[in-house]
């Protein structure tokens, strides 16, 4: 069993639609990164969280400590958010990451 | 803004053939990671580097080295490309923790995509 769990795999959405991807985790973490992978490679780091909600626009993401999970949602989704989004959790005090293998996400007009 | 740099975002190289893939941080960061990201794998950790001339291994660092001879560059080495090293790497850096702040903030660059043939 993989150490850090995403869900769904792939989604596919309508434009305006409210879009949840969840993560969950097995080990101890110091921290939780929500990472966006557009075609052609690149990573952008959206959040890092340790605890409790942050915001950003029409993002939201949200980590239960106690439930070793963490959801990432969009809000009145557009084309432009398709893109893979990727939890990864760094382990303790380590400077490793480890990755969940991805949410596809197509956003449809 | 932090930036992270790779060098080529597209290589064909030969089997046997030395590649060089390179990465720069301008931000001062200690820590500087390459990976590899392969479809239905994710991404997989080649090495780290903490420090100027410090390196560790990662889950996958057979058929590869790595040279941090300055701060800000990070070279990862193919001493003899195989075709099973096809894939998309990727760079990233993160500061230090410290003990007012913890150094969690990971910035990646745009990926390099190699192919050997």
């Known amino acids: 069993k993989n150490e850090v769990e995403q869900s769904p795999q792939n989604l596919t959405a309508q434009e305006g639609e409210f879009i949840t991807i969840n993560c969950s985790y097995s080990v101890g973490i110091s921290a939780l990164h929500w990472l966006q992978q557009h075609p052609g490679g690149g990573i952008v780091s959206l959040f890092t969280?340790?605890?409790g909600k942050k915001k950003h626009g029409r993002l939201i993401a949200t980590i239960n400590i106690q439930e070793k999970h963490s959801s990432l949602h969009i809000t009145a989704s557009h084309p432009r958010d398709s893109a893979v989004y990727i939890c990864a959790v760094r382990r303790g005090a380590t400077n490793k990451l480890i990755f969940g293998t991805g949410t596809l996400l197509a956003v449809q007009p | 803004d932090v930036k992270v740099t790779q060098s080529s975002r597209y290589l064909v190289k030969r089997t046997g053939e030395k590649v060089f893939l390179e990465c720069v941080q301008d931000m001062d960061h200690e820590n500087m990671f390459w990976y590899r990201q392969d479809p239905g794998l994710g991404l997989r950790l080649i090495y780290f580097?903490?420090?100027?001339?410090?390196?560790e291994k990662g889950d996958i660092p057979e058929g590869y080295s790595v040279s941090r001879e300055k701060k800000e560059r990070f070279s990862l080495i193919l001493e003899s490309a195989s075709t099973n090293q096809t894939s998309m790497y990727l760079c990233a850096s993160r500061p230090r923790d410290r003990a007012y702040r913890s150094g969690n903030t990971v910035y990646f660059g745009e990926g390099s995509w190699l192919t050997v043939v």
């Open positions: 580097s903490y420090d100027v001339k410090m390196k």
């Open positions: 969280l340790s605890s």
